[in-house]
């Protein structure tokens, strides 16, 4: 996290010095779109191995693996996770899609104004 934030700092401050925030943002936001359709398509296709993979990533001792008939997986059917990826998905992708559209006019503004 650390080194991403470094590595963010440095590329804006850079852009800023060749007036380029606007571009970066804008290149950011559709790479992070491409991203989520990445992801999106290989949920699609390979549902379960994308969600074990998942699990084992970020709960590696194993602690996501419930029996059939536990009570959290009666509170949280699959049905609502699917629900809730789908929601954080779009809202993602409409917010990325939103500062790449704001950016872009931007972009766009200034070179009709020069």
């Known amino acids: 996290g650390v080194l991403g934030a470094l590595g963010l700092a440095w590329l804006v401050l850079r852009a800023r010095r060749q007036r380029a925030v ?3 943002v804008r290149a950011g936001a ?3 779109v491409a991203g989520v ?3 999106a398509v290989l ?3 390979a549902f379960d191995a994308a ?3 998942f699990h084992r990533i970020f709960f590696p001792q194993g602690n996501f693996l419930f029996p059939p008939g536990s009570h959290l997986l009666t509170l949280y059917p699959e049905a609502y996770f699917y629900g809730v990826t789908l929601r954080i998905g779009a809202a993602f992708v409409a917010v990325a899609l939103a500062l790449a559209g704001v950016a872009h006019a ?3 503004f200034r070179r009709d104004a020069a």
């Open 37 to 39: 359709g990445l992801v």
């Open 30 to 32: 559709i790479a992070a």
């Open 106 to 108: 931007s972009l766009r």
């Open 43 to 45: 949920a699609a296709v």
């Open 22 to 24: 606007a571009r970066l």
């Open 51 to 53: 969600f074990l993979l």
